[in-house]
């Protein structure tokens, strides 16, 4: 029983991640539009804010750890943001 649950929980952890790089991948393309549109900055707080809300806002829908939640997408937000200041040339990424 306890090796099904472990089994569905690695696929999940591998789902994960899949979906983590596809929205990492949808950085540089976020840096192409932010130019695009006359954007000056990478960062954008308030749009972060507004991400931070959706998930929050999803989380207590489903009924989980709201805060949690928020710490996760505030790590993807600064992922996202290191990669446009990488590709900017402002960042320091290896």
């Known amino acids: 029983m306890i090796e099904k649950v472990r089994s569905d929980i690695a696929t999940i952890d591998t789902q994960i991640v899949e979906l983590i790089a596809k929205r990492t991948d ?5 840096l192409r539009a932010k ?7 990478i960062n954008d707080k308030r749009q972060n804010e507004r991400v931070l809300n959706r998930a929050v806002d999803l989380a207590t829908e489903r009924n989980i750890d709201a805060g949690s939640v928020k710490r996760i997408f505030e790590i993807l937000i600064a992922m996202s943001l ?6 900017s040339g402002e960042g320091n990424l290896p």
């Open 26 to 30: 949808l950085a540089s393309q976020a």
């Open 35 to 41: 130019r695009a549109d006359g954007f000056v900055k």
């Open 82 to 87: 290191d990669i446009q200041h990488e590709l």
